[in-house]
C-alpha cells in the first residue's frame, strides 16, 4: 500500500539517525488551533470503495475528548521559521535524498535519479528536501503558503515539540476530517464534484500520464485552496498526505499511520481522498505528497 501513494525508506538503504536536538516551545502556534468539542462518532467505513486491506473498517463508534487541531497543515513558512529557530536537520537532509514525482523534475536531474521498481513514476532524488522539493535547483521561493512535504513523521514530532503541539490521533485526525457529517464519504457529502465543482486537489485525468489540472492545481496548493469542512478546517482529503501519531497496525512498530491522500491520488490507482482512507510509511520517510498538521489538548 505504501508502493502505490509514498515510497518510503524500505525501498533503499537504512542509515542509523541521531535524534533531533531538544528545541525552544513556540506557544504561538499551539494558540491559533481550533478547539473541538469531541464526542462519539462513527469511524471508519464498510463503503465499497474502501480498502479492507487498509484496516478501514468496521465502522465502529468511538469517543474523542475535547481537543484542539489546526485549521491547515503546516506550510513551507511555518517550518522555515522552526529550522532557523533550531537548526533542525530533517530526515531527508540527512539521508541526502528524498523521493520525488518524477514528472516535476527537470530533465537534468531525472537523468541521474533513479526510479522506484514497483513504482517508476516515484524518483529517489539526490539533494530533494523541504527546501529543494525537486532537487537540487528548485525552492521554495513562491511555495510559502503551500504545505511543507518531504517531512517524515520523525520530522512531524519534532517540530510539534518545538511548538507545544503534538500530532492528531487518527480517530482525531478523521473526527476533524468529517467536519460533523456522519459518514459521509467526503468532508463535503457523498459527491466528489457537486453540481461539477472541485473540493479537494486530487489527480484528474490519466495516471501517471497526464494530470490536467482541472482542479487548479497538479502539485500541491496553498493551504487554504478550497472551502473548509463544517470544522473549519481546510483540504482534509487531497493536496498532500498527513501523518498522525497512530502505528499504523496498532503492536506491529513498523510503520506510522497517514490519512487524507494527495493530490498524486486518482480513483484509479489510490482512491484514498476519502476521509476514512489509511495509508502508512516509515517514520524516516519521506516524499513530495507527505505532510502534517499539528493538534493540541484542550488549553
Not at 182 to 200: K, S
Amino acid at each position: 500500500m505504501s508502493d502505490c501513494c509514498t515510497p518510503g525508506h524500505a525501498h533503499a538503504p537504512t542509515l542509523t539517525l541521531a535524534p533531533p536536538p531538544p528545541a525552544p516551545p513556540a506557544s504561538r502556534v499551539a494558540r491559533q488551533l481550533l478547539r473541538l468539542p469531541g464526542g462519539r462518532f462513527l469511524m471508519g467505513t464498510d463503503d465499497p470503495e474502501g480498502f479492507p486491506a487498509d484496516a478501514e473498517g468496521p465502522v465502529r463508534e468511538v469517543a474523542v475528548e475535547p481537543f484542539r487541531i489546526a485549521a491547515t497543515t503546516v506550510t513551507n513558512a511555518q517550518f522555515a521559521t522552526f529550522a532557523k529557530a533550531t537548526g533542525y536537520t530533517t530526515d531527508a537532509e540527512r539521508f541526502g535524498f528524498s523521493f520525488t514525482f518524477g514528472a516535476f523534475l527537470a530533465d537534468e536531474i531525472a537523468a541521474v535519479s533513479a526510479p522506484v521498481a514497483a513504482v517508476p513514476w516515484w524518483r529517489a532524488v539526490e539533494g530533494a528536501s523541504w527546501r529543494r522539493p525537486e532537487g537540487p535547483g528548485s525552492d521554495v521561493t513562491d511555495r510559502q503558503s503551500h504545505p511543507v512535504v518531504h517531512v517524515s513523521w520523525n520530522d512531524a514530532q519534532a517540530y510539534c515539540a518545538w511548538s507545544g503541539t503534538r500530532l492528531p490521533t487518527e480517530a482525531e485526525w478523521e473526527y476533524a476530517a468529517r467536519g460533523g457529517l456522519e459518514q459521509r464519504r467526503y468532508p463535503w457529502g457523498d459527491e466528489l464534484t457537486p453540481g461539477g465543482r472541485y473540493l479537494c486537489n486530487i489527480w484528474q485525468g490519466e495516471f501517471p500520464v497526464l494530470n490536467t489540472g482541472a482542479d487548479g492545481y497538479v502539485s500541491t496548493a496553498p493551504v487554504t485552496s478550497f472551502r473548509p469542512n463544517g470544522f473549519g478546517l481546510y483540504n482534509t482529503v487531497g493536496n498532500v498526505w498527513e501523518w498522525c501519531a497512530d502505528w499504523f497496525t496498532p503492536g506491529e512498530e513498523t510503520s506510522r499511520a497517514m490519512r487524507g491522500g494527495s493530490y498524486l491520488c486518482h480513483d484509479s490507482y489510490c482512491n484514498r481522498y476519502r476521509v476514512a482512507a489509511r495509508s502508512s510509511n516509515t517514520p524516516d520517510s519521506s516524499t513530495g505528497n507527505i505532510g502534517f498538521r499539528v493538534a493540541a489538548d484542550p488549553a
